[in-house]
């Protein structure tokens, strides 16, 4: 793949080609030998009979604020490089140029597929870091930790997909309170998110999940909240697509007891540092992969240390396909051996609606559902839980 940078000079426009990315991702040598450091030989070379050139392109000789755009500009197309040789196609930024101070006086730019999200899961990424940044601003981490102190106590999510996935012999559910998503529109007008979580518990849900997402999903960190402080016993997934560490300790003061961390987003590195993070703070972290044609996700989040909850999604979030026939291929065979050696929970996501896809998840080894649309519209949600598993799973019941 050829990249095309184009030098734009008061005086006549210089083009010329340089290979994007090298072919090998992985390496580091292939990190710290930086597309950017051949884009400079290349100017220098460009450049080399003009006067004193070499000193207005280096950036060392820029100011101070220039130089740290310069590595922020780097560090960002490092981190699409690392996490690109993990299969991971979600860019977490919008692709900019260089700084404009990188070449001195010249005006730079690359030019690339365009600023245009290339999926919803990407565009999601890049509202989401817009977001984050400025609720940091208000709310910086220093301030959260501080708060930490008054958060309700953790709660153990694991334990209690375990303890129902043994009382009732069928999997353990955390049932979603969602109002709408991008796929499916609004799910249900009348939404009262303090009234569906008890309606939830009293059905014999496990956990819950609570959407926190208000741009896709129409959810709150204030429902949570509220969940939270109604005196719901299930311990609650804040429902987010983390992209920083930053939202795990916002997430805790909002007395959430898990969250998510969707591995077609976070390279290894991210996710090995924010399950620790999570285990610090005592919450449960749920690592989603994609069911529909990923099985590489599924081998990268095994290789990690300390996962103890993998979530299988039957919907591919950037194309809203949903197909869970493939859950059994996924967990058989070597996979299967190692998350009984790891005892790790899997949880089916998405696209469950009758005693049968429960069945057939189930057999495949799953050992706890998520589930939102087919329970949350339903006029009475407990007795949705009935109709969805066949059975009443209820406390009272049994
Ligand atoms: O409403 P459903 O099809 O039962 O799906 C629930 C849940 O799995 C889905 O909302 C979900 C799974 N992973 C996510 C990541 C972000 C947002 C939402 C999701």
């Given amino acids: 793949m050829e990249g095309i940078v184009s030098l734009r000079p008061s005086t006549p426009r210089v083009s010329f080609h340089f290979p994007k990315f090298p072919s090998s991702r992985c390496s580091i040598p ?34 101070e604020e220039n130089a740290l755009k310069i590595k922020e500009w780097e560090v960002g197309r490092f981190r699409d490089e690392i996490a690109s040789s993990q299969g991971i196609r979600i860019r977490r930024r919008p692709p900019t140029g260089p700084p404009l101070h990188y070449v001195g006086p010249f005006e730079f730019r690359i030019e690339n597929e365009g600023n245009t999200p290339r999926n919803i899961l990407e565009e999601i990424v890049w509202n989401k870091d817009v977001e984050v940044s400025h609720m940091k601003e208000k ?3 220093f301030s959260l930790k501080k708060a930490l102190d ?35 529109g609004v799910l249900r007008e009348n939404f009262d998110p303090v009234e569906i979580a008890q309606a939830y518990e009293k059905g014999g849900a496990a956990c819950l999940s609570v959407l926190t997402d208000q741009k896709y999903f129409q959810g709150s960190f204030e429902n949570l909240e509220a969940i939270r402080n109604a005196g719901v016993k299930c311990p609650l997934l804040c429902k987010e697509f983390i992209i920083d560490a930053w939202q795990i300790y916002y997430a805790r003061t909002k007395g959430a007891d898990a969250i998510l961390l969707i591995a077609a987003i976070l390279p290894d590195l991210d996710i090995k540092y924010m ?63 190692m998350i009984c050696e790891k005892d790790i929970v899997i949880v089916g996501e998405s ?15 799953v050992k706890a559902v998520l589930v939102g649309e087919s329970i949350v519209k339903k006029s009475d949600p407990a007795k949705g839980i009935t109709e969805l598993f066949g059975k009443d799973i209820s406390c009272n019941f049994q």
């Fill in 150 to 184: 008054n958060a309700p106590p953790a709660r153990d999510f694991v334990g209690a997909l375990r303890a129902s996935n043994l009382r009732t012999g069928l999997p353990g559910l955390i049932a979603e309170v969602k109002k709408a998503s991008p796929s499916r």
């Fill in 30 to 63: 292939s990190i710290l030998r930086s597309p950017m450091a051949d884009q400079r030989i290349c100017i220098r070379a460009q450049q080399s009979d003009s006067k004193d050139v070499s000193s207005t392109l280096s950036p060392f000789n820029e100011s």
């Fill in 139 to 141: 709310k910086p981490l």
């Fill in 275 to 337: 399950t620790k993070i999570c285990k610090m703070l005592g919450l449960a972290a749920l690592v989603e992969v994609r069911l529909v044609h990923n099985e590489q996700e599924m081998d990268r989040i095994l290789g990690i240390d300390g996962v103890e909850l993998i979530g299988i999604n039957n919907r591919d979030l950037e194309t809203f396909k949903v197909d869970i026939s493939n859950t059994k291929k996924l967990l058989e065979g070597k996979r299967g051996q």
């Fill in 351 to 365: 696209g469950l609606f009758t005693p049968a896809d429960i069945a057939y998840v189930q057999e495949s080894g």
